[in-house]
């Protein structure tokens, strides 16, 4: 019994060219949530980030938390609080910004405070390379004399060289990891950080307020490989129809539709309402 659907964000939950949520997906999200399923997201977005889309699904009004950074924050957003928050320590934080730095690629700083964001150049701002919702960050250009502790950094480059170089300097280090999180980007991440993890983490919570979610109850979709963990692990993986390869082949299953057509709420649609008397 699916007690639980997790969502990943870009390329799963909102479409490619508006970042919106398809109005299906949107319905048959609140659907569920009337049905006395949780529902809530799994992003490599930092958590600030995502109070627009668990606002437009509702989310609040049956669980207050969604997990962000790639797993590594467990974030209540009727309070503004984390009640799980794993970071980079300053040293690692200096010393993968001196990686990315010899790289000369373009970047984004997430720093501890969660409404600010570090770039590193004025073409990062004036393009919003990194889909910024300046409603919620204030992004500034990085100062290197002063460089923030960071949850992660994510490097804009579609070059394979800059990025097997880049995920070869940082596999010597025992406290971070790299992970692809969708074409032409490549974050530096704690080590232990990852969506599964979030989700153990998440579902501790709930258990701690007497909400009881087993890990095989839970229907997880997602599209990229720091989704790989969650959709190997969760008894119902979902990879969307656009999602890698790797990620199809331990998906439970894999939906029709992409998620410009709003591939979950077709897959719901089909594959989960029918069982729940609809």
């Known amino acids: 019994m699916i007690k639980m659907v997790i969502c990943d964000i870009d390329g799963t939950l909102i479409r490619n060219v508006d970042k919106e949520i398809p109005g299906a997906n949107v319905a048959a999200l609140k659907k569920l949530q009337e049905k006395g399923i949780l529902v809530t997201l799994a992003t490599g977005r930092v958590p600030g980030a995502l109070r627009k889309y668990a606002q437009e699904l509702n989310i609040t009004k049956n669980i207050n938390y969604v997990i962000g950074a790639n797993g590594g924050a467990v974030y209540n957003i009727a309070n503004n609080t984390f009640a799980y928050d794993e970071k980079a320590t300053l040293e690692d934080t200096k010393w993968a910004m001196e990686l990315v730095k010899e790289l000369g690629a373009d970047f984004y700083l997430a720093p501890i405070a969660e409404n600010l964001a570090y770039v590193s150049s004025q073409y990062v701002l004036d393009n919003n390379l990194f889909y910024f919702d300046y409603k919620f960050l204030t992004a500034k250009i990085i100062d290197w004399n002063n460089i923030p502790q960071m949850r992660k950094v994510v490097v804009a480059t579609s070059d394979h060289e800059k990025q097997n170089w880049l995920r070869q300097q940082v596999a010597?280090?025992?406290?971070?990891?790299?992970?692809?999180?969708?074409?032409?980007?490549?974050?530096?991440?704690?080590?232990?950080?990852n969506k599964w993890e979030g989700i153990i983490r998440l579902l501790e919570i709930l258990r701690g307020e007497g909400i009881d979610i087993?890990?095989?109850?839970?229907?997880?979709?997602g599209d990229q490989m720091n989704d790989y963990e969650m959709i190997k692990n969760a008894k119902y993986g979902v990879a969307l129809s656009n999602a890698t390869a790797e990620l199809k082949e331990v998906a439970w299953k894999v939906t029709a539709l992409d998620n410009n057509n709003a591939g979950i709420a077709d897959f719901l649609e089909k594959e989960i309402f029918p069982h729940l008397g609809e």
């Open 214 to 221: 087993a890990t095989d109850e839970i229907l997880c979709f």
């Open 172 to 193: 010597v280090s025992e406290t971070l990891r790299t992970e692809k999180t969708g074409y032409g980007y490549i974050e530096i991440i704690p080590k232990n950080v």
